[in-house]
Nanobody, 123 residues
Framework: VQLVESGGGLVQAGGSLKLSCATS????????MAWFRQTLGKEREFVAA?????WYSDSAKGRFTMSRDNAKNTVYLEMNNLESEDTAVYYC????????????????????WGQGTQVTVSS
């Protein structure tokens, strides 16, 4: 199983970035997928997830859009109107079955993780 994030970088506040997570090694279309983020010294924080529906954190609602392309085995996180508080390492996560995830917000339900991609928002 592999999850490879890309698309991070440095952007000014108010700008946009689109993250990608290319996956392989499992049946993508039945997997629950999620994005989490983490800053130094803090716990990993839920951002968005796809588990039959799309779920967002309060901070992501209205600014971020998660999508998936089953033909490419890839999930995306389009982030608009970025704020300095969005600065973090963003991780893609997968659970092999949507039935395995009792709570999309809980990182322990996801079995596989990517290496992360850094997003830095300058104010």
């Amino acid at each position: 199983v592999q999850l490879v994030e890309s698309g991070g970088g440095l952007v000014q506040a108010g700008g946009s970035l689109k993250l990608s997570c290319a996956t392989s090694g499992f049946t993508f279309r039945t997997a629950a997928m999620a994005w989490f983020r983490q800053t130094l010294g803090k716990e990993r924080e839920f951002v968005a997830a796809f588990r039959w529906n799309v779920w967002y954190s309060d901070s992501a609602k209205g600014r971020f859009t998660m999508s998936r392309d089953n033909a490419k085995n890839t999930v995306y996180l389009e982030m608009n109107n970025l704020e300095s508080e969005d600065t973090a390492v963003y991780y893609c996560a997968a659970a092999m079955s949507m039935f395995e995830v009792r709570s999309v917000y809980n990182s322990t339900y996801y079995n596989y993780w990517g290496q992360g991609t850094q997003v830095t928002v300058s104010s």
